[in-house]
């Protein structure tokens, strides 16, 4: 019983610092987002690049901004990737591979992370700096731009289609969060035991006679930024098992919070900016519900599978325990973060299936630094769109009409994903190459591709042990699936922003759904859940469903 209680505390640990710093953190970013005034480094920033901040965009030339940004940070990571062998700080490293350099360039500049290279033996240190790091800080200031546009223009009370300025927005994200955030959380990191140096791999003689590699690296500074941008990928190939990239049980807590407290109080941001704070507390009900089933569910069976079998701890770390590894699990599939301490692999059917639904229900709860947000949003948006057709009246969120245009944006936001997903498994599932990827036979080498293109699609970057992801058919199509999973949903989520900016709100009537309320959290949850079982079930069914069940 006290073995048991002790492997909860670092759930209540991390609810406690979520909770205490949801106010301020929130807050704080809602000043970031709602003030016009620019600190002088930024100021510089806008007229070296030619941007004037106090013009307001539409939503298409905000789109504009985003795609134009993401296709430059592609090339360059591409680039570098191909030149590293003449780059400073290379240590011995050759180019990368084409089919290889695309899938890395895509899956950081689409806040993936997915790594089908082995980081310690394939990536410089200067590639993994001025690649990975900066993309892991540039690709989730994209995502809280979006979610803040949406936001904005939620919240537009005077109809003139303003949603804000992309390249305002994400230069206030860089330097005004997630740069400092990144810094403190460096150096607790430092403190505990992450590395941080330029150091090439040294070989050492061990006690026994042979000799051990000691790989280097700047490996803190890159470590604080994947989990609190909700990137994912690891330093080195063990990614967050291994003790240079998480030492310990506190540097393991830290890291849950890390991926947390950023999408968690983007829900006071949103209260905050709209100017209904209840609002706010909804949307976080919300993704609280889904979180903690998941967490229950996947804590449940594997703790009963550890009684039963004493198996529990397969593919876990003897120094974090099975209800800590279950609650990082959880955490990095609910936020697009992909980054592991265990190996999902390893986990019973059951709750290998639930990490598997966690990603499908697209990451919403409380899902990536800003996708989680817009997603959400859009969730909310169809909920409140079929209550309305239930009791026979238009539909309206926090005032703004949904039509025919609204929802098939939201139709086209929620399709997307599925349709990449179901796509590149069916493809896949039907190549005869597909064997040699796949380490298991039956159902469960059936769910390493389903694994796969979840994670790619949904932009986590997380995958089952043992999936061979480094062939040029799964270096393009899981390329292309991080690259349309992530942008077919902002475009339409910035449409839909672009939709109801131009919206002058209407009044409330005794026909309006409180969205507010517990009515409104309990449907918005079952449609997450409808949407995602009606979707993916028969997939699941032949996959983790049938291996649970035998």
């Known amino acids: 019983m006290i073995d048991a209680f002790m492997g909860f505390i670092p759930t209540f640990i991390v609810m406690a610092a979520l909770a205490a710093f949801y106010l301020p953190l929130g807050g704080y970013m809602g000043r ?37 940004f993401s296709a430059i940070s592609v090339i ?39 790594q089908s290279y082995s980081g ?20 989730a200031a994209v995502g809280i731009s979006v979610a803040i546009a949406l936001v904005r223009a939620l919240g537009n009370r005077n ?35 992450v590395i941080q140096n330029f150091s090439a791999p040294q070989t050492i003689q061990t006690v026994a006679g042979g000799t051990q590699t000691i790989p280097g690296g700047a490996v803190a500074s890159q470590e604080v930024i994947k989990e609190l941008g909700t990137n994912g990928g690891g330093y080195f190939n063990a990614n967050s098992a291994h003790p240079f990239e998480n030492p310990n049980a506190w540097t393991n807590i830290m890291e849950i919070f890390l991926i947390l407290v950023i999408p968690v109080s983007l829900t006071r941001t949103f209260g905050i900016i709209i100017g209904d704070r209840r609002q706010g507390w909804a949307i976080l009900a919300t993704m609280a519900t889904l979180y903690f089933i998941s967490l229950a569910v996947v804590m449940v069976s594997e703790t009963s599978l550890q009684d039963f079998q004493g198996s529990g701890m397969e593919g876990k770390e003897m120094r974090l325990g099975v209800l800590p590894s279950s609650l990082f699990a959880v955490t990095t599939t609910m936020t697009s973060t992909g980054a592991v301490d265990s190996f999902h692999s390893s986990y019973s059917p059951l709750a290998g299936g639930m990490l598997m639904l966690n990603m499908l229900l697209g990451e ?15 969730i909310a948006v169809l909920t409140v769109f079929i209550a309305g057709l239930m009791v026979g009246r238009t539909p309206e969120y926090l005032g703004k009409r949904i039509g025919v245009a609204e929802i098939t944006k939201v139709c086209l936001f929620i399709l997307a994903m599925p349709v990449l997903v179901l796509a590149g498994v069916g493809i896949s599932s039907a190549l005869p190459s597909t064997l040699d990827s796949v380490s298991a036979d039956g159902p469960h080498g059936f769910s390493e591709i389903i694994y796969a293109y979840t994670s790619a699609a949904n932009n986590n970057g997380s995958a089952f042990a043992g999936f061979g992801a480094d062939t040029p058919w799964f270096n393009m199509s899981l390329g292309f699936a991080m690259l349309f999973g992530r942008f077919i949903p902002i475009v339409m989520a910035l449409a839909l922003a672009g939709d109801f900016a131009v919206q002058k709100p209407a009044a409330e009537t005794a026909g309006t759904l409180p969205t507010h309320r517990p009515l409104f959290v309990g449907l918005t949850v079952a449609i997450a859940f ?11 069914a032949l996959g983790p469903l049938t291996e649970a069940l035998s």
């Open 32 to 68: 970031v987002f709602t003030t016009d005034r620019h600190l002088a480094p930024e100021r510089v920033f806008y007229r070296a690049i030619g941007v004037r901040p106090d013009v307001k965009q539409h939503w298409s030339k905000y789109a504009a901004g985003v795609l134009s």
């Open 120 to 139: 310690e033996t394939a990536m410089s240190v200067f590639t993994q700096m001025t690649g990975m790091a900066v993309q892991n800080f540039v690709s």
């Open 159 to 193: 109809g003139d289609g303003d949603i804000g300025n992309f390249w305002v927005d994400l230069t206030r994200t860089v330097l005004r969060i997630l740069l400092p955030m990144a810094f403190i959380g460096a150096i607790l990191l430092v403190s505990q035991g």
């Open 530 to 540: 409808i949407v995602s079982a009606l979707t993916f079930l028969p997939t699941l």
């Open 76 to 114: 360059f990571v591409y680039l570098l990737q191909r030149t590293q062998q003449w780059l400073p700080l290379n240590h011995g490293k050759g180019p990368v591979s084409w089919d290889q350099a695309w899938n890395t360039a895509v899956s950081f500049t689409t806040n993936t992370n997915w």
């Open 364 to 378: 919403i709860s409380p899902g990536g630094v800003g996708s989680g947000l817009y997603g959400m949003l859009v």
